[in-house]
């Protein structure tokens, strides 16, 4: 064991749990702040699978969307034949009345 006073003893012993607290502290602080980080992290990834499964809701609805479009298309198509089969007979009824 290193020989010295008793005072220099006592000086470095409180020396060394000073800068054991230190490091202690340090330490402390670290483990919250990478605490956080994961945290942080973890809802990043929960927000970014909320953001995928909405923009696969948003997809479905997109192509339903388009589905119903061609749908419309169809029908207007018909109707407009409907509407031109109509206006002809109405051509033939007036030509037949007068």
Known sequence: MATGTPDSQARFGQSVKGLLTEKVNTCGTDVIALTKQVLK??????LLGQAARNMVLQEDAILHSEDSL?????????????????????????????
């Not at 992290?41 to 929960?46: F, L, V």
């Not at 509407?83 to 030509?95: A, G, K, M, T």
């Open 41 to 46: 992290g973890s809802r990043s990834s929960e």
């Open 70 to 98: 061609r749908k419309m298309a169809i029908i207007t198509t018909h109707l407009q034949y409907h509407v031109e089969q109509s206006s002809d007979l109405q051509d033939q009824l007036n030509h037949l009345l007068k």
